[in-house]
Nanobody, 114 residues
Framework: VQLVESGGASVQPGGSLTLSCSSSESISGLNHMGWIRQAPGKQRELVGGITNGGLPNYADWVKGRFTISRDSANDTVYLRMNNLQPEDTAVYYC?????????WGHGTQVTVSS
């Protein structure tokens, strides 16, 4: 499975972005797809994900600012981020799980600054 993220950019605080993760395989066959981010100098942390049944789930800190969705016809998962803050600056990675294997994309940079 190959995953390619896109949509990262530099935005001002309060701005919005939508990241995309395109899969080389049908996402309907993937057990779970998720978004993980890594801020400079910090460990990777889970943002959230979506099951093969289409049920999204989020880390507690997301607090409604982010929305994960999918387009099964195009094998793409999205991460919509609203009200971005400087602490959201990170590389955002897409991850797919087909137990017992885990697949990663190369990441896309999101920078939030004024």
């Amino acid at each position: 499975v190959q995953l390619v993220e896109s949509g990262g950019a530099s935005v001002q605080p309060g701005g919005s972005l939508t990241l995309s993760c395109s899969s080389s395989e049908s996402i309907s066959g993937l057990n779970h797809m998720g978004w993980i981010r890594q801020a400079p100098g910090k460990q990777r942390e889970l943002v959230g994900g979506i099951t093969n049944g289409g049920l999204p789930n989020y880390a507690d800190w997301v607090k409604g600012r982010f929305t994960i969705s999918r387009d099964s016809a195009n094998d793409t998962v999205y991460l919509r981020m609203n009200n971005l803050q400087p602490e959201d600056t990170a590389v955002y990675y897409c991850r797919a799980i087909i137990p017992p294997r885990v697949y990663w994309g190369h990441g896309t940079q999101v920078t939030v600054s004024s």
